[in-house]
């Protein structure tokens, strides 16, 4: 049941350039979309976060973008260092509360290259 | 805030025995989570946890698996009879400081990685 997708399993992008990271949906319930980066060894942290009624929100070098009729949100990353290299995981919610579990993506590995 | 801490880090056990995982999420939290990543695959919700009852839990959660918050502090994933496909990384979550409101993220322990040998 693949409700949350990541199509791209890596991508490698040279450091200062800007990285994206796609995720598309199909349950338009989902009300709440958030941006995990986990390293090896260690749990998912979080990153960002959007609500369905914003098309996009920013927080220093992470913007999120939201398409509700495309059912896609995508990370922008901007400038990528080194130590942005890791496995991002887009997850949703279908609200709060104890409706608040998150659905997970299977994951981009990004690779920033010096 | 304080991190959420899981012990232990690594965890091999023999098929058909019973594994206790541990987390350590502070008290004053209402909503706990329990999701596991089998190697490769993605995160899956197994179960979540409010006021000290179980609000939610996935088709992962069977009658295998149990929740509690037995000191108000520690909450723990028992497995009564591990089976090799049980062999998984097992995360801890809580909710912050606004409830279980997913804009403002849920903080992840670092995980336990069983291995049912």
């Known amino acids: 049941d693949q409700q949350v997708k990541q199509n791209s399993p890596s991508l490698s992008v040279q450091e200062g350039r800007i990285s994206i990271l796609n995720c598309d949906y199909t349950n338009s319930m989902f009300d709440y979309f958030l941006w995990y980066k986990k390293y090896p060894a260690e749990g998912p942290t979080f990153l960002i976060s959007?609500?369905?009624?914003?098309d996009k929100n920013e927080d220093g070098r992470f913007t999120v973008f939201l398409n509700k009729s495309a059912k896609h949100l995508s990370l922008h990353i901007v400038p990528s260092q080194p130590g942005d290299s890791a496995v991002y995981f887009c997850?949703?919610?279908?609200?709060?509360?104890?409706?608040?579990?998150?659905?997970f993506g299977t994951g981009t590995r990004l690779q920033v290259t010096l | 805030e304080p991190e959420v801490t899981q012990t232990p880090s690594h965890q091999v056990t023999q098929m058909g025995q019973e594994v206790i995982l541990r987390c350590v999420p502070i008290s004053n939290h209402l909503y706990f989570y329990w999701y596991r990543q089998i190697l490769g695959q993605k995160v899956e919700f197994l179960v979540s946890f409010y006021n000290n009852e179980i609000s939610e839990k996935s088709e992962i959660f069977d009658d295998q698996f149990s929740v509690e918050r037995p000191d108000g502090s520690n909450f723990t994933l028992k497995i009564r009879s591990t089976k090799l496909e049980d062999s998984a990384m097992y995360f801890c979550?809580?909710?912050?400081?606004?409830?279980?409101?997913?804009?403002?993220?849920?903080?992840f322990g670092s995980g336990t990685r069983l291995t049912v040998v």
């Open positions: 979550a809580r909710g912050n400081n606004r409830g279980a409101n997913p804009l403002y993220g849920y903080t």
């Open positions: 997850a949703a919610s279908m609200g709060v509360g104890t409706a608040s579990k998150l659905t």
């Open positions: 959007i609500s369905s009624i914003k």
